[in-house]
C-alpha cells in the first residue's frame, strides 16, 4: 500500500493536465502540482518512461494517472484530453509543457524545412491544439488555469536554434491573444520562460553555452527544474487569478524581462 504523501493545500483539490510530463521539466511541474494537493494527469509520448514516472509519484500517495498523447496529432490530443477529463472528473488547469528542439547547432541557412515543420507543429501548434481540447473543462471549472513554457531563447534571439526560438516566440504571442479570448470564460493564460535549465533534454546542449548562461546570470549558477516549478505552481492557484496574458522570465536574471 503506497505511503500517504504530505502535502501543502496550495493548489488543493485542483485538477491538472501536464503534458510532456514523463522526464525533466514537465515531471519536476507534476511532482510540485502532487505536493501542493494537486490531482494531475502526466501525457507524453514516451510511454515507457510515462508508465515509470506515475508509478513514482504513486508511490508517494500522490493522485496522478498517465495517459499516452502525440501533441503533433490532432485527434492523439483529442482523446488524451477527454482521458483527462474522465479520470479526473474535470480540470481546473493546464500546463502546456510538451515541445522539441531538434534545432540546435544549425545555422539558419542549414536548417531543413522538415525540422521547421515538425518543431512548430509540436511546439505552436500542440499548445493551440492541446488548449482548444482542455477549454470545455476548463471553462466548467470556473477558476480554469493555463500556463505555457516559453523560453528565454525567444528574449535573446539565441543564435543557432531557429526553428525552437522561433517557436517559442509564437507562444508568447498566442499566450497573449489566448489570454483575451478566454477571459470570458474566467480562464487566465500565462506564459513562464525558463532559462537553460539542467535537464535530459538540455544535454545536447554545448558546454560554451552552459558556461555563457551561468557567467551572465545575476544569480551565477546552474538553473535546476525545482528553480522554474514555484513559477507554476503561483500562476495555477488563486494567488494569480487576476493574472493573465503575463510572460514570467525564470533565468537568473539572464534576460530581464
Not at 82 to 90: D, M, P, R
Amino acid at each position: 500500500m503506497a505511503l500517504a504523501a504530505p502535502v501543502s493545500t496550495l493548489l488543493a483539490g485542483r485538477r491538472i493536465l501536464v503534458t510532456g510530463a514523463a522526464r525533466g521539466l514537465g515531471l519536476s511541474f507534476a511532482q510540485a502540482l502532487c505536493a501542493q494537493g494537486a490531482r494531475v494527469v502526466l501525457a507524453d509520448l514516451r510511454a515507457e518512461q510515462l508508465k515509470a514516472s506515475v508509478a513514482g509519484l504513486v508511490a508517494q500517495g500522490f493522485d496522478a494517472h498517465g495517459v499516452v498523447v502525440d501533441v503533433a496529432d490532432a485527434a492523439s490530443i483529442t482523446g488524451c484530453v477527454k482521458q483527462a477529463v474522465e479520470h479526473l472528473g474535470g480540470l481546473d488547469g493546464l500546463v502546456n509543457n510538451a515541445a522539441i528542439t531538434d534545432s540546435g547547432g544549425r545555422t539558419a541557412d542549414e536548417l531543413e524545412i522538415e525540422t521547421w515543420d515538425r518543431v512548430m507543429d509540436v511546439n505552436v501548434r500542440g499548445t493551440w491544439l492541446v488548449t482548444r481540447a482542455c477549454r470545455p473543462a476548463l471553462r466548467e471549472s470556473g477558476r480554469g488555469a493555463i500556463v505555457n513554457l516559453a523560453s528565454d531563447t525567444a528574449l535573446w534571439g539565441a543564435p543557432r536554434l531557429l526553428a525552437y526560438v522561433a517557436s517559442k516566440g509564437a507562444v508568447i504571442a498566442m499566450t497573449r491573444s489566448l489570454a483575451r479570448e478566454l477571459g470570458a470564460d474566467n480562464i487566465t493564460v500565462n506564459a513562464i520562460a525558463p532559462g537553460l535549465v539542467d535537464v535530459e533534454a538540455t544535454q545536447y546542449v554545448p558546454e560554451a553555452r552552459h558556461r555563457q548562461y551561468v557567467e551572465q546570470r545575476a544569480l551565477s549558477r546552474n538553473q535546476l527544474p525545482d528553480d522554474v516549478t514555484g513559477a507554476v505552481l503561483f500562476a495555477l492557484s488563486d494567488l494569480a487569478r487576476f493574472v493573465t496574458g503575463q510572460l514570467l522570465a525564470v533565468n537568473g536574471g539572464f534576460v530581464m524581462h
